[in-house]
C-alpha cells in the first residue's frame, strides 16, 4: 500500500482513454447507482473528490473573497453578474463546462487535468474570457480554490468514511485536479480516514483513464472487482466499470441539498458482504 502522502505508481494497466468532462448534471437529490460490474464482498473504497466528498464554496462567496482581498469594493448585484459570466465561461472549478471553448484553448482544456500548470493554464484562460477590474485577479481566483478554506465536506462525508475505517474497508480518493488536495482533507478532520490519493496531475492521466483507478486499486491492495468506486460524473468515474470495479454515483448538488446522499455506500458495503 503506497503512502498517504505520497502520489501512487501508475502502471501500464490499461490503454488511455478520453480525458475527463465536469461533473454530469444532478437528476434528483441523494444518489443513483450504477452498473455493479464486481461480485463477492467490497473489500475497498474508491472516492471523487469534487462534487463526491467535497463541494467548493458558491461562485459568489469565491469572487467575493478575492475582490475583498484585493480591496475592491462591490456590491452583490454585480458580484452575482460576474460570477453568472465566470460560470459560463467554465472558469469556476468543480461546476458545469463551459458551452465553448475557444480553439486556441482547446487543448490545454482537454488535458488540463494532466498537469498542475496546465491546469491553473486552462482555468486562468477561461476566466480572462470575463473582464475583471484588475488582471491579478484571474490568478486570485485560481489560487483561492486550491485553498481547503474554499471547500466544504458533505454532511455525511466524515460518517461515511469513518464506518468504513471501523468495518476495515480501506478508501483511496481518486481525483481529476490539478493541485495537491491533502491538506484539505487535513484541514477538514478527514485525512485520518483516507488509506492513498491518486491524483490525476500526479500520475499525467486523468479519468476515465483506468490507469488511475488501477493505481488507486493497487495502493490499496486490492483487485479491481473487490473495490467499489464513488463519484458524481458518469463518464469520468463511470471509467472504473471497464477495468471491472463496482460504481456507485451521487448527484453534484450543493453540500445543503445532499445531506444523505453518501449513506447507500455504507449499505451497498454491508449488502456485498451477505
Not at 40 to 62: K, Q
Not at 223 to 252: E, I, K, N
Request: net charge positive; with cysteine.
Amino acid at each position: 500500500m503506497c503512502a498517504a502522502a505520497q502520489p501512487c505508481p501508475v502502471g501500464p494497466d490499461v490503454p488511455a482513454g478520453p480525458p475527463s468532462g465536469p461533473a454530469g448534471q444532478p437528476a434528483e437529490d441523494g444518489a443513483r447507482p450504477a452498473g455493479a460490474a464486481g461480485r463477492g464482498p467490497v473489500r475497498g473504497v474508491l472516492f471523487d473528490f469534487s462534487g463526491t466528498l467535497f463541494r467548493m464554496e458558491p461562485a459568489e462567496s469565491w469572487l467575493r473573497t478575492v475582490l475583498d482581498r484585493a480591496g475592491l469594493p462591490a456590491a452583490d448585484a454585480a458580484v452575482a453578474e460576474l460570477a453568472r459570466r465566470l460560470r459560463e465561461a467554465g472558469a469556476v472549478p468543480g461546476e458545469a463546462a463551459p458551452r465553448t471553448v475557444p480553439p486556441h484553448l482547446a487543448e490545454v482544456w482537454r488535458t488540463r487535468d494532466s498537469d498542475a500548470a496546465r491546469h491553473r493554464a486552462a482555468y486562468t484562460a477561461m476566466a480572462r474570457r470575463v473582464p475583471l477590474p484588475r488582471e491579478e485577479l484571474y490568478d486570485a481566483l485560481y489560487t483561492r480554490h486550491t485553498e481547503p478554506a474554499a471547500w466544504q465536506p458533505y454532511p455525511d462525508a466524515a460518517g461515511v468514511l469513518g464506518g468504513l475505517r471501523a468495518r476495515g474497508v480501506p478508501v483511496a480518493v481518486v481525483s481529476n485536479i490539478g493541485w495537491n488536495l491533502r491538506p484539505v482533507f487535513r484541514a477538514h478532520g478527514l485525512d485520518r480516514f483516507v488509506d492513498a490519493y491518486a491524483l490525476s496531475f500526479e500520475h499525467g492521466v486523468q479519468k476515465p483513464d483506468g490507469r488511475l483507478f488501477a493505481a488507486a486499486c493497487r495502493a490499496l491492495g486490492r483487485a479491481p472487482g473487490d473495490v467499489l468506486m464513488v463519484g458524481d460524473s458518469p463518464r469520468a468515474d463511470g471509467g472504473a466499470a471497464r477495468l471491472g470495479c463496482r460504481v456507485h454515483l451521487v448527484d453534484h448538488l450543493p453540500v445543503e441539498r445532499r445531506p444523505t446522499g453518501l449513506l447507500p455506500v455504507l449499505d451497498l458495503v454491508a449488502g456485498s458482504a451477505g
